[in-house]
């Protein structure tokens, strides 16, 4: 990145020679200098093979750190690639047109934008139609559908309620963005929404949209997260004048009823996870094969019964309480607070 770094070096320069009748001068900040993303106009496209529905035209936008566009330098190369996954079903050209050739469904095209040396990229998922009903929906709306249950275990599943002008459910992909700290587990969806496992408490806007035969859908909610269904302790070495000892962070983490628990081990030897009482802990389905319960030790197998380097571990506990567990070797005390409150 040859023109860019000199860019970044005269802003820096400069700062740093400023003179007192430059006082006022502002150096760049890395949001506005930084190539930190690129983003797709469409990322989820239902296309026909009858014309005028059977191309698109796909556009990208590098952006930067805070979301605006990103404008490199003059000097610095740009180079522009489009990938599709499977070129019978879907064409694209170097300018980035898709065209349908056959029915298929999630078809992914990849594109990647290289400015100077560094290169990001975006993906567009295609569902191309023989014989669709290409008149406009009546209805697109998301909701969401008894999914207290589920939010006891720390997912969200939101259907996507898509009706065709006749009241009837249609098919077609969509995507899903949020606005706050937010896993989402399937990001494309067809009828039926992603999974959204809530990170932090917050409130967040999810956004479903679709390209469908020439005209995009859009709708909104809100999601209000009240409570934590997710949590992590993560156990470091640190090295003190020589002598080695393990430390816990968090040492402390509440989460609500049924949500998953993570251990990482980011040490330099195995370890295990005891809990004072592991009556209520049990295996997350996550982990697979779901690891003993037996003695207390929530991250072992039968073979092997230390949480290895560079590992992690899940478990769940579905009934509130304080549950204090430790660290061996090493005695490191954690507590793990689970309230539905």
Known sequence: MKGMGAFLSAAALVAL?????????APPTPAQTVYWR?????????????????TLRLVVVPRRYDGGAFSPPSDVPVTT???????????????GLLHARSPGSRIAVIISQQIGNVTHADTTLVNIFANPDTQPLSRFSVR???????????????????????????TGLVTYTTTADTTIAAPF??????????????????????????????????????????????????????????????GRDTVGPGGDITWINATTAPFDVIFDDPT?????????????????????????TSLHIGTSRLRRIVVPGTYPFHI??????????????
């Open 189 to 250: 969806g067809d009828r039926w929404g992603p999974v959204f496992r809530p990170k932090t408490i917050a409130q967040t806007l999810v956004t479903a949209t679709t390209w469908r035969f020439g005209r995009v859908y859009t709708d909104t909610f809100t999601l209000s997260v009240t409570r934590k269904l997710s949590g992590a302790f993560t156990v470091l070495d640190t090295v003190v004048r020589g002598v080695h000892s393990l430390r816990m962070r968090p």
């Open 81 to 95: 690639t489009y990938l599709v996954d499977d070129s019978s079903k879907v064409s694209v050209t170097n300018d």
């Open 38 to 54: 690129l983003a797709v106009n469409y990322k989820a496209v239902n296309l026909s093979l009858d014309p005028p529905y059977d």
């Open 17 to 25: 020679g400023c003179s007192a009748n430059d006082a006022a001068f």
């Open 144 to 170: 969401l559908v008894d999914s207290t249950k589920r939010a006891q275990f720390g997912v969200y599943s939101y259907p996507i309620t898509a009706l065709d002008y006749a009241g009837a459910p249609v």
């Open 280 to 304: 209520n802990v049990v295996a997350s389905p996550k982990n697979r094969p779901a690891y003993r319960l037996d003695t207390g030790n929530i991250l072992g197998v039968p073979s092997d």
């Open 328 to 341: 061996v070797p090493g005695n490191v005390q954690g507590t793990l607070v689970i309230t539905d409150q």
